[in-house]
């Protein structure tokens, strides 16, 4: 799937699946939008149509567009026919008269990693982040609001909260996920160790908006998680994973693991292990 969005006089295709951008030209989003408008009334989107549209002057360079957008997969085509656009339109085509304020020559980066906060709820011996815990100084809900906006008036696509532990802020990442959804940053990912997630909050979380959320399953063996992570943990991260991937599908799902002395020999079974989550 991809969004669209202009960027410094650019016009930018966001492949969310690659988390890659891709510069495209006036003529291609008009192509694009034309095959919307039709795809949208149902109508039959044949190439010689798009063809004798005329934005391109000799039918070389207009194959040659088509499979370029094909290879990458933003159109699907058979027999002669555009079948599908692969276009998120929660942000993207409405919005694509809305100039950036970034500085001419400067492009924002696709996706913007947010360490939400310091604070955790578990103590892991593998992680570093005690080392530097900055007690007391978080940003206030009014400051992530204002960085969010800026975020999106400079073209980020998409948002991934991490930390610490996102959720320990909970009443926090739900507003900043309603400002994100406020100023089109549509792609939301929230990186937790799945412990204080319960299947309402999941339910409210993709409800609000998010489109992903990772969980830190480190093994397979519930003793070797619980080991890095602590008693309980895995049946919590577990039991999340299989109610996301139930409900909401694995697309929406994804798994993290930090690697260790413990977990590392077994690793390629974690990982058969996660494909079945």
Not at 126 to 153: F, M, P, R
Request: proline letters at 2%.
């Amino acid at each position: 799937m991809y969004n669209v969005k202009r960027n410094c006089g650019k016009i930018i295709l966001y492949s969310e699946r690659e988390e890659r951008t891709y510069i495209i030209s006036e003529t291609i989003l008009k192509l694009i939008i034309e095959i919307d408008s039709k795809l949208d009334c149902n109508e039959i989107v044949t190439l010689d149509y798009l063809y004798n549209l005329g934005l391109y002057s000799n039918q070389y360079a207009f194959i040659k567009v088509l499979k370029h957008l094909t290879n990458l997969n933003v159109i699907s085509t058979r027999n002669g026919q555009v079948t599908n656009l692969n276009i998120d339109k929660r942000n993207s085509l409405p919005s694509l008269n809305i100039e950036s304020n970034f500085t001419e020559g400067e492009l924002a980066p696709s996706v913007a990693y947010w360490i939400f906060t310091d604070a955790c709820n578990l103590r892991c011996p593998h992680c570093c982040w005690e080392n530097h815990y900055n007690k007391g100084e978080e940003l206030t809900d009014e400051e992530i609001s204002n960085i969010i906006v800026q975020l999106a008036k400079e073209g980020v696509f998409k948002l991934s909260f991490s930390g610490g532990e996102p959720l320990v802020k909970y009443n926090s990442l739900v507003n900043a996920i309603k400002v994100a959804k406020k100023n089109n940053i549509n792609l939301i990912c929230i990186a937790t160790n799945g412990t204080l997630l319960t299947e309402e909050r999941i339910d409210e979380l993709f409800k609000l908006g998010v489109t992903e959320i990772q969980i830190s399953i480190d093994s397979h063996i519930e003793s070797v998680h619980d080991s890095n992570r602590g008693p309980g943990t895995f049946k919590k991260a577990v039991d999340a994973c299989n109610y996301i991937s139930k409900k909401y599908g694995k697309k929406h799902l994804s798994i993290g693991t930090a690697l260790t002395t413990l977990n590392v020999e077994s690793i390629l079974d974690t990982i058969d292990y996660c494909s079945g989550c």
